[in-house]
């Protein structure tokens, strides 16, 4: 079966930089869209980025654009999201999605059919 086993995460000071990984199996990689999203305490799981299957395609949300990168390597089955210029609101849960898409890097939660457990981010001081 599909799975998605994000890593990387930790505690960051502001300012600062943390790059997270997802590693998929199960899956024909390069055939689905990944994504990343985060929900903060008490709020609700918001889109952070996409990359399409291909690559070819990024999305961004606009309160991390400039500031994180997300990229793939179709060969090793993995997506990250380097981030940088870290804020204590970057604070979240981040997961990796995966949908089924080669050319499109959707930035609704709904696209996406398979999800990762979340690894933890804490930007503090």
């Known amino acids: 079966q599909v799975q998605l086993v994000e890593s990387g995460g930790g505690l960051a000071q502001p300012g600062g930089s943390l790059r997270l990984s997802c590693a998929a199996s199960?899956?024909?990689?390069?055939?689905?869209?990944m994504g990343w999203f985060r929900q903060a305490p008490g709020k609700e799981q918001e889109f952070v980025a996409a990359?399409?299957?291909?690559?070819?395609?990024?999305n961004y949300a606009s309160s991390v654009k400039g500031r994180f990168t997300i990229s793939r390597d179709n060969a090793k089955n993995t997506v990250n999201l380097q981030m940088n210029s870290l804020t204590p609101e970057d604070t979240a849960v981040y997961s990796c999605?995966?949908?089924?898409?080669?050319?499109?890097?959707?930035?609704?939660?709904?696209?996406?059919?398979?999800w990762g457990q979340g690894t933890q981010v804490t930007v503090s001081s």
């Open positions: 999605a995966g949908a089924v898409f080669r050319d499109y890097a959707p930035g609704s939660r709904s696209a996406y059919t398979y």
């Open positions: 199960g899956m024909i990689f390069s055939f689905h869209a």
């Open positions: 990359i399409s299957g291909s690559g070819g395609s990024t």
